[in-house]
């Protein structure tokens, strides 16, 4: 099988994901910056940056004296990365985490905000280890001595309400064979990683579970838009006529009693944080 790097999307599919995801991702990407120790000044590499949560938070903790880089193999994704971040200055680079162009010892912060699940294609068996690692075998080499290497992956389905009600309509609506592109952004489990930061060569790894309430404002155009903007989502409409809509309506119905009347969702989502030192 061909390697691919995984969730490309459309220009269009790209500027709602930076819509619907920013509110999820938030609050795991300001833990992910604490946790590298990004301060005043600080250099920070954002590996799979996407649509560029991360990097834009990230200039605010670094101020003027600081670096941000954001490195992202999706052209697409950089072009609305560069939209969204006007005005900060952001370093966009389009490249591979397998392959990073910068010397050795470059940045003080490195870090994958739920990137590692993507660097790779968990199809390939075997093949999941060896990119993975060389993904963090390049961040631990280009972060100085003094520095840190972190990253996010969610934790497993089921641990998400909103995620695990996605999968339960995609399965009834489109079968298991639906389901691939979400058990990838869902595949990938920290104790791999963990192993990944040890055989790079990082030390002090730490693995922590973050779970936080998260409100989405609106859920009844939000689930609809949330699953235009994700792979899983995108792949659905192309198995059964109307099934977006379909499953929109099924995640609704399940997540009836976590809506406000004023039609907010408020539901636990649930990541891991590695981190690790040069
Ligand atoms: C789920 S998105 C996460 C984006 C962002 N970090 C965030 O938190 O929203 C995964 C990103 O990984 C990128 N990606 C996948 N494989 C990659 C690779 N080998 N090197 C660099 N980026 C990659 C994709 O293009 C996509 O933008």
New binding site residues.
């Given amino acids: 099988m061909a390697k691919e ?4 999307l459309t220009r269009s599919a790209a500027e709602r994901y930076e819509r619907t ?1 920013a509110p999820i ?1 938030a609050p795991f ?1 300001s833990a992910l910056l604490a946790a590298s120790r990004v301060r005043t000044g600080s250099a920070v590499l ?6 560029g ?2 990097a834009r938070a990230a200039t605010e903790r670094v101020g003027p004296m600081g670096r941000v880089v954001g ?4 052209p697409t ?1 950089l072009e609305v990365a560069a939209v969204h971040g006007a005005g900060n200055a952001i370093e966009w680079v389009e ?4 392959a990073l162009p910068f010397p050795r010892e470059t940045f003080d912060a490195v870090v994958l ?3 590692p699940q ?2 790779t294609d968990v199809r390939q068996g075997p093949q999941f280890v060896t990119d993975l690692q060389q ?1 963090v075998h390049e961040a631990a080499r280009v972060v100085r001595a003094d520095g840190c290497v972190a990253a996010t992956v969610w934790l497993p389905v089921a641990r998400s309400p909103y995620f695990d009600a996605c999968r339960r309509a995609l399965q009834s609506i489109a079968g298991e064979g639906a389901l691939a592109p979400l058990h990838r952004q869902f595949g990938c489990d920290p104790e791999q990683v963990r192993r990944a930061f040890r055989s790079a060569g990082l030390h002090d790894i730490e693995v922590d579970d973050i779970v936080v309430d998260i409100s989405l404002p609106d859920a009844v155009d939000f689930i609809p838009a949330q699953l235009s903007a994700v792979p899983w989502g995108a792949a659905l409409s192309d198995v059964v006529p109307d099934a977006r809509d379909r499953a929109a309506r099924a995640i609704l119905m399940e997540l009836v009693d976590l809506i406000d009347a004023d039609g907010t969702l408020t539901a636990p989502f649930a990541a891991a944080l590695v981190s690790g030192n040069p």
Avoid at 5 to 8: A, D, L, R
């Fill in positions: 790097p995984g969730f490309q995801a991702m990407v954002v590996v799979a940056c996407g649509t949560f991360a490195l992202d193999v999706n994704m490249g591979s985490a397998e905000q739920q990137g993507f660097v993904a």
